[in-house]
């Protein structure tokens, strides 16, 4: 068998391989909400709803997550949060409680939720930071995984629709996806060519727009 591929997983709707077993054998980067069908060894979350499901779970015991805002908090400030919080919230908390916890406000609740130690979740600091705050979830994956295999030449990128209708230097050239005829789809393309400058001897191979779905499927199943 060939050597395992990297492959970032956008939020995008073309993720259409067949089988997601096919990943398996590969080193996956995945976004969000992909944990329900798929999980990658990797999972980067902005969704507070996934992050919760997640935590709620257990699932981030299991599986390794990198979620953006997860900031710890220790247990001797507590009291005094639970006590100053705004008496229009409902209070969220699970249990038991641990050395540390999150908070955050969403829906109308304020959450506590305590971590456990063993939890290898993972915080983005930069992704916080004002360079990145418009980043959104598919770049920071993108972002993250050229980071984290420095040696490795090729990522392939499924389901980064966005990208699909332009030529390698960015010229756009029309799209059936009117929602992305906006800043934002300027601000993520800005996004992948400062990944790119910074990763200069990363390559990275759009499915569906630098090679057809049915040629990587072949891939992966090499």
């Known amino acids: ?29 995945g976004c969000d909400f992909i944990y329900r ?3 990658p060894n990797h999972l980067v979350c902005q969704d507070i709803d996934a992050q919760l499901e997640l935590i709620t779970n257990d699932l981030t015991k299991k599986y390794k997550c990198y979620f953006r805002g997860f900031d710890l908090i220790p ?39 305590w ?25 920071v994956a993108l972002r993250l995984a050229a980071q984290q295999n420095p040696s490795e030449t090729f990522f392939y990128c499924v389901g980064f629709d966005y990208y699909h209708d332009q030529t390698k230097d960015g010229i756009f050239l029309g799209s ?24 200069p001897n990363s390559k990275f191979i759009f499915v569906g727009k630098d090679m057809d779905y049915g040629e990587f499927e072949n891939l992966l199943n090499k």
């Open 75 to 113: 247990s001797m400030h507590y009291d005094m949060l639970k006590q100053t919080t705004d008496k229009r919230y409902k209070i969220g908390e699970n249990q038991p409680t641990t050395n540390n916890f999150i908070q955050f406000a969403y829906e109308g609740v304020m959450y506590f939720i």
């Open 176 to 199: 059936s996806i009117t929602e992305f005829h906006d800043e934002k789809q300027d601000s993520w393309v800005g996004q992948h060519k400062h990944i790119e400058e910074e990763y």
């Open 37 to 39: 069908k798929f999980i």
């Open 1 to 29: 068998s060939e050597a395992a591929m990297i492959i970032v997983i956008g939020n995008g709707q073309s993720k259409s391989v067949s089988d997601f077993n096919l990943f398996k054998k590969h080193v996956t980067y």
């Open 115 to 139: 971590i456990d130690p063993s939890d290898p979740t993972e915080n983005i600091a930069w992704w916080s930071d004002t360079t990145f705050e418009e980043w959104v979830t598919d770049t």
